[in-house]
């Protein structure tokens, strides 16, 4: 995954203007997206296909943020542990849906879930929220309904 903004500009351009990013689908300059931290419909043109897409990683970035903040389920420590890579796994789903083309982004974040579902160092508690994780972002990108949300105790 990319970063979005551009580094220091060298010497010899400092005086020149930054080209500000762009809508993958509608080419539109993604300058509230950015400042706001969510995708904004004043940066796209009318049904761009692009911000559906980002609002529905949104919608399921608030679905996620719901469900941890619900009652405890299980023991406390794993409880907490499987909260915790929810919330920082929303965090880099928002910043998937702020991108010029979130359907990339979320493909690799996809296989990021992928591989790290496949490492032995994942803990046992955080590996059921990794294939899901991984399996809706692959239908996130491929403008599908996400599967929906579900943390049974441990």
């Not at 979005?4 to 351009?13: C, K, M, R």
């Not at 299980?74 to 907490?80: A, K, N």
């Not at 046992?124 to 990794?130: E, H, R, Y």
């Not at 399996?135 to 949300?149: K, Q, S, V």
Request: aromatic share 6%; net charge positive; charged share 25%.
């Amino acid at each position: 995954m990319g970063y979005s903004w551009p580094g220091p500009l060298p010497p010899a351009q400092r005086g020149k203007t930054i080209r500000l990013i762009r809508c993958a689908r509608c080419n539109g300059p993604l300058y509230q997206t950015k400042l706001k931290g969510q995708p904004r419909q004043e940066d796209h043109e009318q049904g761009c296909e692009v911000f559906i897409r980002a609002m529905r990683v949104m919608r399921y970035v608030d679905e996620l943020k719901r469900a941890t903040s619900g009652p405890n389920q299980g023991g406390w420590r794993s409880s907490r542990r499987r909260r915790k890579y929810l919330l920082e796994n929303a965090k880099k789903l928002t910043a998937a849906a702020c991108e010029p083309d979130p359907a990339a982004t979320l493909r690799d974040l996809g296989d990021q879930y992928e591989a790290e579902c496949q490492a032995h160092g994942m803990p046992a508690d955080t590996t059921p929220v990794g294939e899901m994780l991984m399996r809706a972002c692959r239908r996130l990108a491929l403008g599908e309904a996400p599967p929906p949300i579900v943390l049974g105790p441990e």
